[in-house]
């Protein structure tokens, strides 16, 4: 990341209580939902992060693009992304990659949690089109457009916002998190060995996927209503991920108030 904290948990009551948490074996659910109280703040300057906007807003042109049967590559290429008339899913993933890092630099916006969306965009979008781009040697773009204009529906817009969120949320307790885990791993400790300090990472992967669910219906409703009516401008989609926020914090506090609780 391109901030580094301190090497220690700071030693404040909500981080002595993730400390508390963990060592005990608390379970993920619960683990997960002190570690967003104690990182509170920085999921709060998160809702107005230039490069989180950033990001989302390109997602949701990037799908919009491909609808243009005649011009997905020069529609692109107005955004930002530089790719080639006989672009793959490489190609868009690294030029989605490029545009945002490009934009952090120019509006000197560069931020831990912009950078999380950053890696997040381009992995929900390889892993998303990827599959339906089989022929990735093809001479033209025609395949990964068919890919991403099936995300430029509603239904097709909330799973990418799934995924989007569900891993910008896994990185962000991540990054939270590591430091602390890394002192639980060895003999009479929560993880006797790493493979269960990497099984517990595993299992908070499927915890945040599962709670960004909560993303998926309200992301497709914003995507259809502001497509057509209003316009996907940068304003609307920091408005967007800010409250996809709200709503993926509030139901990772529920599912781990019942296992802290």
Not at 161 to 179: E, G, P
Not at 218 to 246: C, D, H, M, N, P
Request: proline fraction near 3%; charged fraction near 25%; glycine fraction near 8%.
């Amino acid at each position: 990341m391109g901030h580094q904290r301190g090497s220690r948990t700071p030693d404040t009551a909500p981080w002595r209580e993730v400390v508390s948490l963990v060592a005990e074996g608390a379970p993920v659910a619960g683990v997960a939902q002190s570690t967003l109280q104690a990182a509170e703040r920085g999921l709060e300057l998160a809702k107005g992060d230039e490069g989180l906007a950033h990001a989302v807003y390109l997602l949701a042109h990037v799908t919009i693009a491909a609808r243009d049967e005649a011009n997905f590559v020069s529609r692109l290429n107005e955004l930002g992304l530089d790719v080639p008339a006989d672009a793959n899913v490489y190609d868009l993933a690294g030029a989605l990659s490029d545009a945002i890092d490009r934009h952090l630099r120019n509006t000197r916006s560069r931020t831990d949690i912009g950078e999380m969306a950053q890696l997040a965009a381009v992995e929900s979008l390889s892993a998303l089109t990827g599959p339906a781009s089989e022929n990735l040697w093809q001479n033209d773009s025609a395949p990964v457009q068919g890919a991403v204009r099936d995300l430029s529906t509603r239904e097709g817009f909330a799973s990418l916002s799934h995924d989007f969120f569900a891993r910008l949320m896994q990185r962000y307790l991540t990054y939270h998190l590591s430091r602390e885990l890394s002192q639980h791993v060895g003999p009479n400790q929560r993880f006797s060995d790493p493979a269960e300090h990497t099984a517990f990472l595993d299992r908070l992967a499927v915890h945040t996927r599962q709670a960004a669910l909560i993303v998926r219906d309200y992301a497709g409703g914003w995507f259809s209503k502001s497509k057509y009516e209003t316009g996907i401008s940068k304003q609307s989609a920091r408005s967007f991920a800010a409250y996809a926020l709200v709503k993926l914090k509030a139901e990772l506090e529920v599912r781990g108030a019942r296992d802290v609780g």
